[in-house]
C-alpha cells in the first residue's frame, strides 16, 4: 500500500514516531523533522502497515517488541505467511503452479543477462510471474561494451528493484542461472566491504554495480529470497529472461521496456544465444 497523509496521521504521535515504527519505514530514530515528507507516498507491505498502526504511541522498548511479538502470534494462528515467520531457502528451484493459492499473491522474479562476445554487446531480461497469470517480460540495459557477469549483475539489480517497489504480503522470490552475481550480492560483498571493498589477489571487478546492488538487497532482504536456478534447462521463467536479454541486445534496448506477446510459445522460439 502506498503512505497518504491520513495514514501518517494514523501512525505518528505527537508529529513522531517510536523506535519500532522508525525501523519499519528504514528511517533513523530519533526521525528528523522532515520524516513525513520522506515517508509519504512510499510503498509498504500491509503487515507492516498493520504494525505501524499497532505501535502507535509512546511506548517503552520492551512494550513495543512485545506488540511486535503478539502481531507474529496472529500471524502465525491464521497460517498467514509474512516476512518474518517463512523461512528462507536458497535450493534451486523451477517455477511451478502446484498447490498454489490463487486467493494469495506470489510474485516470482526470473532476471538473465546476455552477452554477444565477452566483452561484447550486453543485455538484460526478466519475466515476472503473478500467480498463473502470463508473466510481464521485460528487456533493457543494453551496454555496448560489456561482459556477461555484468549483463547478470544488471538484471539482479533490475529483479531487486522491482521487488522493493512492489507491494505483497508474501516473500518475493528472485531466481537467477548466475551463481557469480548471486554470490557477490549475497555472500562475497560482506567480506569485501568489510575491508573497505578490497580483496586479496588483485581488483573486485565490476565494483560500483555490486556496491549498488548489495546496499539495495540489505535493504529489502527480508522480503525476498534469492535462488539459483539451473540456466538453459527447460525452465519456462529463465527461457524467457533469456530471451529478453538477447532482445535488448539486438533492439539496444537501453531503458527497461515491456515485451508484448500473444503466446508464451512465441517468445520462446526467438534466437538464443
Keep these: 500500500m502506498q503512505i497518504t497523509e491520513k495514514f501518517i496521521a494514523l501512525i505518528s504521535h505527537d508529529n513522531t514516531l517510536n523506535k519500532a515504527q522508525a525501523k519499519i519505514l528504514e528511517l533513523p530514530f530519533p526521525p528528523n523533522e522532515n520524516w513525513k515528507e520522506e515517508v509519504l507516498n512510499k510503498e509498504i507491505l500491509k503487515n507492516d502497515a498493520n504494525r505501524l498502526m499497532l505501535l502507535r504511541g509512546k511506548l517503552a522498548i520492551k ?6 511479538k503478539n502481531y507474529l502470534t496472529v500471524l502465525e494462528f491464521n497460517n498467514i505467511k509474512s516476512k518474518d515467520v517463512e523461512k528462507k ?39 515476472i510471474y503473478s500467480n498463473n497469470k502470463n508473466p510481464v517480460l521485460l528487456h533493457g540495459d543494453f551496454v555496448e561494451m560489456g561482459t556477461n557477469n555484468i549483463a547478470e549483475l544488471n538484471a539482479l539489480y533490475q ?5 522493493k517497489q512492489t507491494s505483497s504480503e508474501n516473500i518475493i522470490t528472485i531466481f537467477s542461472d548466475s551463481k557469480y552475481s548471486i554470490d557477490c550480492i549475497t555472500t562475497w560483498a560482506y567480506g569485501w566491504k568489510a575491508k573497505g571493498w578490497t580483496k586479496k589477489g588483485g581488483e573486485i571487478k565490476n565494483l ?6 548489495h546496499e539495495l538487497y540489505e535493504r529489502i532482504k527480508d522480503l525476498i529470497e534469492i535462488k539459483h536456478v539451473k540456466g538453459h534447462a527447460g525452465i519456462e521463467g529463465n527461457e524467457l529472461a533469456d530471451r529478453m ?3 535488448a541486445i539486438k533492439e539496444k534496448t537501453k531503458n527497461y521496456e515491456m515485451y508484448s506477446y500473444d503466446k508464451i510459445e512465441e517468445v520462446l522460439n526467438l534466437t538464443s544465444y
Design 159 to 163: 529483479a531487486l528493484l522491482i521487488a
Design 245 to 247: 536479454a538477447v532482445t
Design 208 to 213: 560500483e554495480l555490486i556496491k549498488k546492488t
Design 63 to 68: 512494550a513495543q517488541e512485545q506488540i511486535l
Design 89 to 127: 531457502t536458497k535450493t534451486e528451484t523451477s517455477y511451478s503452479t502446484e498447490n498454489t493459492n490463487d486467493d494469495e499473491e506470489h510474485i516470482r522474479i526470473y532476471c538473465d543477462g546476455a552477452c554477444s562476445g565477452n566483452p561484447g554487446l550486453a543485455g538484460s531480461g526478466l519475466a
